[in-house]
């Protein structure tokens, strides 16, 4: 149908504030149907959460020590994740069987995305072998996680998508063992000494998501996708 093929053409772009972590689990489950039917447009989407837990479908339960805050399976790939005020979430649904079948490929670009985006406000960050995210130089010099990455691939439409720490409490991490590593820290804009505002980050953000997509078109590996 012709309103299906132009619905899939399209990417939209939404802008929220703060969302209950179980309604945008919801809403991205139900857009990823409609994402494969050609029902609905892809979709960028920039929110906040209140202070939530979420599980991955590799968490360990000893690595939950302090269930302060609501615990939510995501049904994504990775460990426990915090996500909470002050920390930019950026979920990413578009049609991968429209691009490159690429799920590694998929990855690195929203790692780049992100990477690029910091640079933009003078922030050095990296991939790192300590494990899937965004990686700086902490106040003592040390690594440390400045943006995490989950995703979930289902029927070659992709769900979830990153995190970055503007300016959240960072005790609240203390709760869990972030991402399954114990041995390295979190760090935000804030704790580096920028005051980024949510409006400032996601005008950033977006000027390169032209960026990003291009980079969707490009295989950098081989991977399946249930």
């Known amino acids: 149908m012709a309103t299906s093929n132009d619905a899939r053409r399209e990417i939209e772009i939404r802008i ?69 005020p002050g920390q930019r979430v950026g979920y990413v649904l578009v049609d991968l069987a429209r691009r490159a079948r690429d799920v590694r490929g998929f990855v690195h670009a929203m790692e780049g995305w992100v990477i690029a985006t910091l640079g933009d406000f003078g922030v050095e960050s990296w991939r790192s072998a300590a494990g899937v995210g965004i990686w700086t130089h902490d ?35 203390a709760g869990i063992v972030p991402c399954g590593i114990a041995e ?26 032209g960026e990003f997509l291009a980079a969707l078109q490009r295989p950098c590996g081989t991977e399946a996708a249930e």
């Not at 029902?39 to 202070?51: F, K, N, T, Y």
């Open 16 to 84: 929220s504030g703060e969302v209950p972590y179980r309604q945008a689990l919801a809403e991205m489950e139900t857009r990823n149907t409609a994402i494969h039917a050609g029902e609905a447009a892809e979709l960028i989407w920039l929110l906040e959460h209140p202070p939530v837990y979420t599980a991955g479908t590799s968490a360990a339960p000893a690595e939950l020590i302090d269930p302060r805050f609501e615990v939510v399976s995501a049904g994504r790939g990775g460990r426990y994740t915090y996500h909470g």
């Open 139 to 173: 106040v003592d010099g040390q690594e440390a996680k400045i943006g995490a990455i989950g995703v979930r691939i289902r029927r070659w439409v992709t769900m979830h998508g990153f995190a970055v720490n503007l300016n959240p409490d960072l005790a609240h991490f």
């Open 184 to 209: 390295k820290g979190v760090t935000s804009l804030a704790r580096l000494g920028l005051d980024v505002s949510v409006e400032t980050w996601d005008r950033a953000l977006l000027a390169r998501h």
